[in-house]
């Protein structure tokens, strides 16, 4: 069984709560991908320290903050303050995406993705990402969801993303929660999600010794989603 796009929405933005690492795409098991809500174009994705910006679009959560002008459900950013799930599917549903300028992003895009998957592969299953790559995911996304839909489940209830880990902070493992009815406004509409394949980290503070690195990441939606 496949979940519908309402259900996923708030899947994406949620997974991390850090500040030093981010859910970069969202792959669908029907072959869509989508960037994570709070990805901003031109972050950088090949430092570790956030005087360069790396950590402009990775999402601060706190639960002070949550439901005020400061901050969403899904929390806010320092680059692009409030994380509004809205905001992303919007520019994913609309129209346009046939512009010239949107096919340019789409080819550079494609070409940054194939460059960030030949990156060098650590044994703790990530990929380090390559020197002179910033996100590119946003642009090159617009008016994808017009015509092939929202990113889905598989038929077992597992979303597929990408998680790019900034720094040693960033580290696993994840935890997540998922909101099938507010698409991300309401912090009591959150239920917790299994992660099934998970950043790999010492199991205290989110800490370990990888940095710079894009991981595999699986999460199985609940019972009854």
């Known amino acids: 069984m496949q979940y519908s796009s309402t259900i996923l929405i708030a899947a994406f933005g949620i997974t991390s709560v850090f500040t030093h690492g981010v859910v970069d795409s969202v792959e669908g098991a029907n072959g869509v991908t989508m960037p994570g809500l709070s990805v901003s174009d031109g972050t950088p994705r090949d430092c570790a320290s956030p005087l360069c910006g790396s950590e402009a679009d990775t999402s601060i959560i706190r639960k002070r903050e949550m439901g005020t ?3 969403t459900a899904l929390g806010r950013t320092q ?5 509004k799930a809205s905001k ?9 995406g046939n512009a010239t300028a949107t096919k340019a992003a789409r080819e550079v895009h494609a070409a940054n993705v194939l460059r960030r998957s030949l990156g060098e592969r650590a044994a703790n299953g990530g990929i380090r990402t390559p020197k002179g790559t910033m996100e ?3 642009k090159a996304a617009a008016g994808v969801g017009a015509s092939s839909g929202m990113p889905t489940c598989s038929d077992d209830g597992k979303v597929k993303m990408t998680y790019h880990q900034v720094n040693q902070d960033g580290a696993g493992p994840l935890t997540a929660m998922i909101d099938s009815t507010s698409g991300g406004t309401d912090p009591a509409a959150f239920k917790s ?4 394949k ?3 980290g010492i199991g205290i503070g989110g800490l370990s010794a990888a940095a ?3 991981f595999p990441v699986e999460v199985q939606m609940p019972a009854g989603m």
């Open 69 to 71: 002008n400061k901050a």
């Open 136 to 138: 590119t995911g946003v």
């Open 88 to 96: 992303m599917m919007a520019m994913f549903m609309a129209g346009g």
């Open 193 to 196: 999600a299994k992660v099934t």
């Open 212 to 214: 710079v690195m894009d």
């Open 198 to 200: 998970n950043v790999p």
């Open 79 to 83: 680059g692009g303050g409030p994380v």
